[in-house]
């Protein structure tokens, strides 16, 4: 199966209206590495598009590059009608960023920390309002710190939302959690697709891009090798006479544990 | 907004902001404590008397009048012995034949401690000249007349103060820095802040005066400590005082950007820092004055940013200079709060590659 790193959905450059993201043969070398070798793709408003890919694969990369926080070699990158390697810093106004790791300043607490970030944007917000919708209101008064694993994360989409940004970047939101707390985040990613935003996912579960994405995006040593729903590039692996060893049951250990523990939040 | 943030978030961190304090402070007291009631230096000298008569005796009891000696007596061999030990600075023999025929008195003096040796020799020297004309009987050519004037009594104290103020500036400007920013770069949060629209010159900006604003009260709460506990003499202006820490914080700062700039990990920022901080600390008469110092030490020394911002201090704390009597060493602090920003804004880096 070969796949044309060409976005398939007309000529390249020309039309960005529908599109949040359009990346045109974009490039970027570190010294003789090419981390990103020439990849193309569009990501449509209010779509959850999934990048995936082994480590090292070019993903973190291109997601930085789309958040103006790296510079491209060559490529257009449009991102919400701004052209990022002109701008950079217009793009940040008008996404989202949620870290891997994301630590904030030690002593202050999430009403303060969003106040602050939304400073940082020149805007003020209802704090509260937005710990509402991360499920973390009666956490106001407390500091990271203290949050469990799963409220770190909703906290650090709160942060990310402080500028209403039309199109949401989660670098791994789910690493680290219980299955719990896993659904809970996706329910929250898709809370906020509801919203109009569009959200860039980046994740090493397949079950969650199965789960979350519209569309993904298979990247490997700076390429794009598909980019399709994932339903479609299942199906297309059962075409070629894929065929596992062992026949899947309508349920997993995970419906299991889900079955036996609940659905409930475990946070204190 | 982001220096109220900033502010809010270090003073709530109330450990390092204890620790920040109470490494000088602990340092004072130590030193402090140490050279207190000792302010008027004394050389010990000892004296053999192997004459046991009118005149050594006359001699002695002369000595032991002189306010500056520490008087001891001994046989030869057990003065020998201590000075050898570093406990006396000169030991003066008395020959038996002392004021009948033979004039010698030898002097033995340590030269392990130049400084008060030079001090008692000279001592020993005025005393037998002014002994000579006695026996002689004649009256001196010239005579020195001494009137005291009360001025203030300048103690250790006096001296470590302000180099206590010049530490702690230097220790928060260098590892407050250091520290938080490595730590800030390896947990992502200024590549968290860099995903917004955030100006860096607000960043440094709210970092520049969360840092500056400890380092003021720093210097104030010193400054008490020294005037209610120590008996500090301060006789200058508290608001010279603070520019000149503040300025010389500016420095550190600068310093520490550079160095959590060039580290990646806070393994290897804490030596960088020692290395730089370390020397500094002792080369630049924080504890002890320069003029202990070899030469040409001293001149190196004189550049040390530190000696400029201690000596700046100084002369404010215990002189009342103004600050255009501090020129020279204020044009010191600004040209190496040139070379820190320059160093700064080169080697600063947002992200740990």
Redesign the interface.
């Given at each position: 199966m070969s796949v044309s790193t060409r976005s398939s959905e007309g000529v390249p450059g020309t039309e960005t209206h529908g599109f949040a993201i359009v990346v045109d043969g974009l490039r970027k070398r570190y010294g003789t590495l090419i981390a990103v070798d020439g990849i193309s793709f569009r990501v449509k408003e209010r779509e959850i598009f999934g990048l995936l890919g082994p480590n090292g694969a070019g993903k973190t990369t291109t997601v930085e590059i789309l958040e103006g926080l790296r510079s491209a070699d060559e490529g257009h990158v449009i991102v919400a009608g701004i052209d990022v390697r002109k701008d950079p810093e217009k793009v940040k106004n008008v996404i989202g960023v949620q870290l891997q790791s994301s630590a904030f300043f030690d002593g202050l607490n999430l009403l303060e920390l969003l106040d602050m970030f939304a400073a940082l944007y020149g805007r003020t917000v209802d704090a509260m309002a937005i710990l509402r919708k991360v499920d973390l209101t009666e956490k106001a008064g407390s500091t990271v710190p203290k949050l469990s694993g799963g409220q770190k994360q909703r906290f650090s989409i709160a942060t990310a939302l402080v500028n209403e940004p039309q199109i949401l970047f989660l670098d791994e939101p789910t690493t680290g959690l219980d299955p719990q707390a896993r659904r809970n985040l996706w329910e929250l990613a898709e809370s906020i697709r509801t919203e109009g935003r569009t959200i860039v996912l980046t994740t090493h579960y397949m079950d969650e891009a199965e789960t979350l994405c519209d569309r993904v995006a298979v990247m490997d040593h700076g390429k794009v090798l598909a980019m399709e729903p994932p339903d479609a590039l299942i199906q297309r692996l059962l075409d070629k006479g894929f065929h596992k060893e062992r026949v899947e049951r309508s349920a997993n250990l995970e419906d299991v544990f889900l079955d036996m523990t609940g659905h409930g939040l475990r946070e204190s | 907004?982001?220096t109220w943030?900033?502010l809010?978030?270090?003073?709530?961190?109330r450990g390092a902001i204890f620790f920040s304090l109470l490494v000088p402070l602990m340092i004072m007291g130590i030193f402090g404590l140490i050279n207190f009631g000792n302010s008027t230096p004394s050389v010990n000298i000892g004296v053999v008397d192997q004459a046991h008569d009118q005149v050594s005796g006359r001699i002695i009891s002369s000595l032991q009048g002189i306010k500056a000696v520490k008087l001891h007596t001994g046989s030869l061999d057990s003065e020998k012995h201590e000075l050898q030990q570093g406990n006396r600075d000169l030991v003066a023999v008395l020959p038996a034949s002392i004021g009948r025929g033979s004039t010698a008195i030898t002097a033995y003096y340590n030269q392990g401690n130049p400084q008060n040796s030079q001090v008692a020799i000279a001592i020993m020297n005025q005393f037998v000249d002014r002994a000579s004309f006695a026996f002689a009987g004649i009256t001196p050519a010239l005579t020195l007349d001494t009137t005291p004037v009360q001025s203030r009594n300048l103690t250790y104290v006096d001296f470590l103060v302000p180099g206590m103020i010049a530490l702690s500036i230097m220790q928060t400007g260098l590892f407050g820095v250091v520290f938080t920013f490595v730590q800030w770069k390896q947990?992502?949060?200024l590549?968290?802040?860099?995903?917004?629209?955030?100006r860096v010159r607000d960043f440094f900006f709210s970092q520049l005066v969360t840092r500056l604003t400890t380092v003021a009260l720093q210097i104030i709460v010193l400054l008490v400590v020294g005037l209610l506990l120590f008996h500090f003499h301060f006789a200058g202006n508290l608001l010279y005082l603070l520019i000149v820490g503040i300025i010389g914080g500016g420095i550190f700062l600068a310093m520490g950007l550079a160095i959590s700039g060039a580290s990646k990990s806070e393994e290897t920022a804490a030596p960088i820092a020692n290395l730089v901080s370390l020397p500094l600390m002792f080369l630049s008469g924080i504890f002890f004055s320069r003029s202990n110092m070899p030469e040409w030490l001293q001149t190196v020394t004189q550049y040390s940013p530190l000696t400029y911002v201690s000596d700046a201090l100084r002369s404010i704390s215990i002189d009342g200079a103004s600050l255009w009597a501090i020129r020279g060493d204020l044009l010191g602090i600004f040209i190496w709060l040139g070379v820190a920003v320059v160093l700064a804004t080169r080697l600063f880096k947002w992200e740990v590659v």
């Open positions: - | 907004m982001l943030s900033s809010k978030a270090y003073f709530r961190n947990r992502g949060i590549r968290r802040l860099m995903a917004t629209p955030m």
